[in-house]
Nanobody, 124 residues
Framework: VQLQASGGGLVQTGGSLRLSCAAS????????IAWFRQAPGKEREGVSC????????YYMGSVKGRSTISRDNAKNTLYLQMNSLKPEDTGVYFC??????????????????WGRGTLVTVSS
């Protein structure tokens, strides 16, 4: 199983990025999947997740209203569109998939497969 995150980069405050997570060896359509991030010197935290049905979606408070999680089951890919980026959004963003769960969860313990991460740097 591989989860390949991409789309990170260096942007100015107020800019946008679309992160992608392409999966192989696991069918993302079967599961609830998520984005996490780890800011410099901080613990990894859940940014957003989407349940298998797509009906249950979570955003952490600081990104709510500025980010949109989506999935393309045909491409076996998860996305995170981030707008109005702020310096505090800086960090390594990881996508994650569980072994069985179909639910949306923002807890690391609920996920088994992890991508290597893509670095997002927002300059002030």
């Amino acid at each position: 199983v591989q989860l390949q995150a991409s789309g990170g980069g260096l942007v100015q405050t107020g800019g946008s990025l679309r992160l992608s997570c392409a999966a192989s060896g696991v069918t993302l359509a079967y599961y609830g999947i998520a984005w996490f991030r780890q800011a410099p010197g901080k613990e990894r935290e859940g940014v957003s997740c989407i349940a298998r049905s797509g009906n249950s979606i979570y955003y952490m408070g600081s990104v709510k209203g500025r980010s949109t999680i989506s999935r393309d089951n045909a491409k076996n890919t998860l996305y995170l569109q981030m707008n109005s980026l702020k310096p505090e959004d800086t960090g390594v963003y990881f996508c994650a998939a569980p072994i069985r769960s179909i639910s949306c969860s923002n807890h690391e313990r609920d996920y088994y497969w992890w991508g290597r991460g893509t670095l997002v740097t927002v300059s002030s």
